[in-house]
């Protein structure tokens, strides 16, 4: 008996020493990083629990990029230098797209990165593997739904230098629904920009305002347009994510979401209890919202590819690609399936109203 336990006590230890390791680049620092400091916590929570079984041990490298698309270039060369087996949740929409062909050039596997980007979404692109909807279903559905209100003078604000992909999502979106917007504006990160956008916006007599930004420029137009007592909608895309609800919640403010994750309160699902659990269990002070649920959908993900690979080509890059490549997977509420030639797994796309006291209604 002694024996057996010492046996079995030292497959464990021998176990143990199989370490599969990710890399990530993100936002730690500078603007955005309270989106990835959340998108990580949920890698990590996924990671963590994941480790907890099956003896196989699940380690996340992270390297700051500060929100520059240089820096993740850099930080993704250093990546595909080391010994990880795969990428998971980079939060830099331009830099993940500014890396794809170094990381295609590896066939290094992609999970989950944290951006609906459509230049990430294209025939070209063959080592990306979505775990969540791109932009292009987001503005497909917020346009019909505008639509559907006929709520058509519609004001289009979208960031200085979006990528054409990701404007063209957008205008086309709204060219299919028939809608012709009556003001299009680009804002840069300075104040004065949000300022002149949310005046010229505010005297164009419009029944809504479409907002492909992050979180900045959309709460600081929303504040200075209710200020000038203006009674439409406002719709925002992903790319505010959780920034912007807890800005608007701490306002009192309300606004028409777009999520393409489950809704952090349906604790019904198992996806968001389980992550709610996971995060609990690694004493992280975060509690679950879209950005952590992204994230720890992605390292559900990239723990179940590594596990597929580890009975079949192993789990190294190549085995972990071709898992991904096949792989469905029911996380509880929420399903990721990937074919060959499709690295799109999940349409799920959820327009929400986020009211004044900060819940998720409608």
């Given at each position: 008996m002694a024996g057996a336990l010492s046996a079995g006590f030292a497959g464990r230890v021998l176990a143990q020493t199989n370490v599969i390791k990710f890399g990530q680049s993100a936002a730690m620092t500078g603007l955005g990083a309270e989106h990835a400091r959340d998108?990580?916590?949920?890698?990590?929570?996924?990671?963590?629990?994941?480790?907890?079984?099956?003896?196989?041990?699940?380690?996340?490298?992270?390297?700051?990029?500060?929100?520059?698309?240089?820096?993740?270039?850099?930080?993704?060369?250093?990546?595909?230098?080391?010994n990880v087996a795969a990428l998971v949740g980079l939060t830099s929409g331009s830099g993940t797209e500014a890396a794809m062909s170094a990381i295609e050039q590896q066939q290094m596997p992609l999970v989950g990165p944290a951006s609906g980007t459509m230049?990430?979404?294209?025939e070209k692109v063959h080592s990306a593997f979505h775990v969540r909807a791109g932009h292009d279903l987001e503005f497909k559905r917020m346009v019909t739904y505008a639509r559907e209100r006929a709520l058509l003078r519609v004001g289009l604000v979208h960031q200085v230098g979006i990528t054409p992909a990701n404007l063209?999502?957008?205008?086309?979106?709204?060219?299919?629904?028939?809608?012709?917007?009556?003001?299009?504006?680009?804002?840069?990160?300075?104040?004065?920009?949000?300022?002149?956008?949310?005046?010229?916006?505010?005297?164009?007599?419009?029944?809504?305002?479409?907002?492909?930004t992050a979180a900045a420029p959309v709460a600081a137009i929303i504040d200075q347009m209710h200020a000038a007592r203006y009674k439409g909608l406002f719709y925002a895309s992903s790319m505010a994510g959780q920034d912007l609800i807890e800005t608007l919640t701490s306002r009192g403010q309300s606004a028409i979401l777009s999520v393409v994750v489950p809704r952090p309160s349906a604790m019904g699902l198992q996806?968001?209890?389980?992550?709610?659990?996971?995060?609990?269990?690694?004493?992280?002070?975060?509690?679950?919202?879209?950005?952590t649920l992204e994230g720890y959908i992605s390292g559900r993900?990239?723990?179940?590819?590594?596990?597929?690979?580890?009975?079949?080509?192993?789990?190294?890059?190549?085995?972990?690609?071709?898992?991904?490549?096949?792989?469905?997977?029911?996380?509880?509420?929420?399903?990721?399936?990937?074919?060959?030639?499709?690295?799109?797994?999940?349409?799920?796309v959820e327009l929400v109203a986020l009211d004044r006291y900060g819940r998720m209604v409608g």
């Open positions: 998108v990580r916590a949920g890698i990590v929570a996924a990671f963590e629990a994941a480790s907890k079984t099956g003896g196989t041990r699940f380690e996340l490298i992270t390297l700051d990029d500060a929100g520059s698309p240089e820096r993740c270039v850099q930080n993704v060369s250093t990546l595909l230098g080391s230049g990430l979404r294209h063209g999502a957008m205008t086309g979106a709204l060219a299919n629904a028939g809608i012709a917007p009556r003001e299009v504006i680009a804002v840069d990160q300075n104040p004065a920009s949000f300022q002149a956008a949310a005046t010229k916006l505010a005297g164009a007599s419009l029944d809504c305002v479409l907002f492909v996806v968001v209890s389980r992550c709610q659990q996971d995060l609990t269990a690694i004493r992280s002070e975060e509690r679950v919202n879209v950005a993900i990239a723990v179940e590819a590594t596990r597929v690979a580890m009975r079949g080509a192993g789990a190294n890059k190549r085995g972990i690609k071709e898992a991904l490549s096949n792989l469905r997977t029911d996380l509880g509420g929420y399903t990721v399936q990937f074919t060959p030639g499709s690295t799109q797994g999940s349409k799920y």
